[in-house]
């Protein structure tokens, strides 16, 4: 067997991991938040239990809004979210104050004699009302509740064109708000150092988004504040906001007190405070011209919650993305941001995809049944092609569309033709089981069987959203060591193993020279949030670009040594080489140092230009695709109200494979949280507030929730990547609740309109 | 006097600690830090260290628990020496360890399973693994650790 590897691997088996709440400063306090327990939405005329906190035993100081030196807002689009609360509430989440003491627990106890003076306004809880509501605002500056509005106009006026399809469908769905769930909650670690800098550390996805956080806060420049990775214990999208803006309370606690502060969050808090992925209401009509869709007019909501986040960034996704991966002639498309006073909502793994997919890979089966088509045959006649345009005006001529091979190899890996006989349509026919591999197994009567598949294709990285640029650094040490710098981030992914395993491949020596040295924002260019499913594509295309400019400044050193011309030279299997002569890499590295030249080599990638007209929805979107196709299984015990996914079959083309276990391990991670979405995750909202704050009601999928995969990837290099890889962490979670809903609908023989798709039991 | 084996070493328990949380008296007093905080009310299992070889979750444990016990983290899994158990290799090898946070629970609660059995099915050790949460994996590469640790037992 192959053993996988990682560079973390040994240290988080054996605990040695440091995870920011492992570490402690000397003389360390800690922060813990403080929340209005009365209010959702208010005018705030003041704060109560000020003093009666500052005087419980061990607290040091309480902090309020008044004591923030720079700016008490701040966000990365808008700078409409309060670090700590000015003169409303908003959310639930919002934090009102901030108490430090010697020990956690004293900050916990006086925390809770502090509350809000407050003037309750009415709850908008509802994004259709609060769009129409123009004397309710969440933002009064603002003008509107509404944050933005994504639009495509493609073709002529869609009613008309409606009216003259063969056959018109309407569909409504509903999704809710999904909790990202990583199990390390947000910690920080904060002191000022006595250069004057700012020294944090903690738990987040982002480490430059953090620190503009954190000096709008302190009111400094940059460069006074530096972040220094940790371990970070998941992101998925949510470990940017909110834990930049716990980095930066921690921070404004430790100026303010002098001493070093620890803020790590308790899960209650983590769920209370942290943002969601978007809640959308997605009202579909399609048109339908012979075989083909023809049409399609789309009007989404989005409920952003109370902060603007990067609410416009992810409905643009949806709208780029809004006819799923299809070619559609005519598409009139409205998506619409709105605020409520529900928890706000941003980045999650998947990113304003998931909604849609869910919706289009349900009603496109639905326009097969309708035309009495295979719906694989209606997806292959109207699925992106090679050299197809896309709705947004792109032509897909820049690398392989390998959709329907994607498609094709999934079918084929799950026997799908054939199980797909077996469905139950809702009547107990079927006699046969395909759980554990034994296909022949007979099983009991009561259980429904379904087998369901989902397709997509998504633009890879950040697209038109925002810049879109990162760097590596290649520090070539003079015995032939190699130190690794690359400015994206570790969430747990593994990013920090695919640069080394890169850098091995691109530059030709052993794996085991290479040390990654973390860097923090005080050394390596910004490079941008690791998001988007882009650390392997944005960070391995800037070490690819490192080592070209590494290889000709080896080469221009060495060439007299060797004997040849600068052109000459090669470096591979460790060994640096011309025609006639061949250094080992520890000689040409010291032959450098004799030269007295440095082994170093910075190299930057700047994703292709993309572009967007907000006017027409035309433009190309993203500078490169990837393609998809997921396949559950279900098993559903009807008198239960269990569905128990007893199959899953998922093939990706994420262009050239950097390493076949990680990718796999984002692949099966992905699936089973896009399943979760599904299928249980639920955070239970009652009136603005959240019920499900802890792993014991926000329910997640455990092992006995999932079956075993398979799992296999069509490999073609994207030319636009340096590296050739695309992205795989947003693509695997996407479709899997689209997936398994087709399941579902071919089990029980209906449908379901929103998730999570949550089965009462029968009575 | 109140005593108790932690990680292979004799350790006697003060009475002022008796009523700590154990996983509050491991981080905090210990410095045992590879016991992980994820929920602190006894479902994640990130907590989880052995006691008499039992898997439990510290979060829900008094140090009045481990009086007289054998105690396990995280920590004294491994050889005197530092050499990783055959388990934990397995995790490295299966690429079971995303971002780790659960992993240390992972690793125990395994450990407790496979002690009591043999030769367990996959889906035995899937039922074995249910309390315990994983947000990266999909779980599917820390059962194939979990088999391919099964021989070594």
């Known amino acids: 067997m192959k053993k996988a590897w990682r560079n973390d691997a040994y240290s988080k088996v054996t605990g040695r991991a440091q995870f920011t709440d492992d570490m402690k400063l000397q003389g360390m306090l800690h922060c813990v938040p403080v929340y209005s327990q009365k209010y959702i939405h208010c005018k705030i005329k003041g704060l109560t239990g000020l003093e009666e906190a500052a005087a419980i035993k061990g607290v040091v100081r309480v902090i309020t809004h008044k004591d923030i030196p720079g700016k008490a807002n701040f966000g990365q689009i808008v700078q409409d979210y309060f670090m700590l609360t000015v003169d409303r509430i908003r959310c639930e989440g919002d934090v009102i104050a901030l108490v ?543 569905v128990q996914l007893i199959g899953v079959s998922a093939v990706h083309d994420a262009g050239k494979v950097v390493d076949m276990d990680m990718i796999k391990g984002q692949v099966y991670g992905g699936f089973t949280q896009g399943y979760g979405m599904g299928i249980m995750e639920d955070i239970g909202l009652k009136e603005g507030r959240i019920v499900h704050n802890n792993f014991n009601k926000y329910k997640i999928p455990r092992s006995t929730d999932m079956p075993d995969f398979k799992v296999e990837f069509i490999q073609n290099p994207d030319p636009n990547s340096p590296s050739g890889a695309k992205g795989i962490g947003e693509p695997a979670l996407e479709i899997a609740a689209a997936a398994t809903a087709n399941a579902l609908h071919n089990a029980l023989g209906k449908r379901f309109d929103h998730y999570p798709m949550i089965l009462e039991k029968e009575k | 006097m109140n005593k108790s084996m932690i990680n292979g070493k004799e350790m006697i328990l003060k009475q002022d600690d008796l009523e700590k949380k154990l996983i509050h008296f491991l981080r905090e007093d210990l410095n045992l830090t590879g016991t992980k905080n994820g929920c602190e009310i006894g479902v994640c299992g990130s907590c989880t260290v052995l006691l008499d070889n039992q898997a439990v979750k510290s979060c829900v444990k008094k140090v009045s628990h481990i009086v007289d016990k054998e105690l396990i983290t995280i920590e004294g899994l491994e050889g005197p020496q530092g050499e990783l158990h055959p388990l934990q290799q397995a995790f490295i090898d299966a690429g079971a360890i995303q971002c780790g946070f659960c992993t240390p629970g992972m690793v125990l609660s395994s450990h407790a399973f496979l002690l009591k059995n043999k030769n367990p099915s996959r889906e035995d050790m899937r039922r074995a693994l249910k309390g315990y949460l994983c947000r990266c994996t999909g779980y599917q590469q820390i059962v194939d650790a979990v088999e391919l640790a099964a021989k070594s037992y």
């Open chain 1, 100 to 642: 430090v003491a010697e020990s956690r627990e004293q900050a916990i106890e006086a925390a809770t004699l502090i509350e809000v003076i407050g003037e309750e306004l009415p709850l908008l809880l509802d994004p259709q009302q609060a769009m129409a509501d123009e004397k309710n605002l969440i933002h009064p500056g603002k003008g509107s509740n509404i944050i933005n509005h994504h639009k495509i106009r493609r073709g002529g006026d869609i009613d008309t064109i409606l009216a003259d399809c063969d056959k018109v469908l309407q569909r409504s769905y509903y999704t809710g708000h999904v909790e990202h769930g990583y199990l390390e909650a947000e910690t920080a670690l904060c002191h000022e150092r006595p250069d004057g800098v700012m020294e944090v550390r903690g738990s987040m996805q982002h480490p430059f988004s953090t620190r503009r956080f954190v000096a709008s806060l302190l009111g400094c420049p940059l460069a006074d504040v530096e972040i220094v990775g940790n371990p970070t214990g998941g992101g998925f999208g949510g470990k940017d906001d909110t834990a930049a803006m716990v980095c930066a309370r921690a921070a404004l606690a430790a100026k303010l007190c002098g001493r070093p502060v620890k803020m790590t969050y308790k899960r209650e808090w983590s769920i209370r405070e942290s943002y969601k992925r978007h809640p959308y209401k997605l009202e579909y009509t399609i048109g339908l011209k012979g075989k083909m869709i023809h049409a399609v007019k789309v009007k989404m909501l989005a409920d952003g919650g109370a902060y603007t986040s990067v609410t416009p960034w992810v409905t643009w996704r949806s709208t780029v993305q809004c006819c799923g991966p299809y070619q559609v002639e005519n598409v009139h498309c409205d998506v619409y941001g709105v605020h409520t006073n529900n928890i706000f909502t941003g980045a999650m793994r998947g990113f304003g995809a998931p909604q849609v997919d869910f919706s289009v890979e349900q009603w496109v089966e639905d326009c097969a049944q309708a035309l009495d088509m295979d719906p694989l045959e209606f997806r292959r006649i109207n699925m992106v092609t090679q050299d197809c345009e896309t709705i947004t005006h792109q032509k897909l001529d820049n690398h392989i569309v390998s959709l329907e091979e994607v498609m094709d190899k999934a079918l084929e890996i799950s026997d799908y033709v054939n199980k797909s006989k077996q469905n139950s349509h809702g009547s107990f026919k079927s006699k046969q089981s395909f759980s554990s591999g034994k296909s022949d197994a007979p099983v009991a009567y009561d259980k429904l069987y379904g087998i369901g598949l989902a397709i997509s294709y998504r633009g890879c990285s950040l697209g038109a959203e925002g810049m879109d640029f990162c760097s590596a650094i290649i520090n070539c040490q003079f015995d032939g060591s190699i130190l690794l710098e690359v400015g994206i981030h570790e969430n747990g992914q593994g990013a920090e193993s695919a640069m080394i395993k890169l850098l091995q491949r691109e530059l030709g020596v052993k794996q085991d020279r290479i040390r990654y040295n973390r860097p923090s924002t005080s050394h390596i260019p910004d490079g941008g949030t690791t998001v988007a499913s882009r650390g392997t594509l944005m960070g391995g295309g800037a070490v690819v670009h490192a080592v070209e400019n590494l290889k000709k400044i080896i080469a221009s050193s060495v060439y007299e040594k060797l004997q040849c011309s600068v052109e000459e030279v090669k470096i591979d299997q460790d060994k640096v080489y011309g025609p006639r002569v061949t250094m080992s890499w520890e000689e040409a590295m010291h032959q450098m140092f004799l030269n007295s030249d440095y082994p170093y080599a910075f190299g930057v990638f700047q994703a292709p230009k993309v572009d967007w007209d907000e006017e027409t929805g035309r433009g190309n979107a993203y500078f490169t695709w990837g393609y998809s196709c997921q396949i559950a299984e279900v098993e559903v015990d009807l008198k239960q109200g269990k």
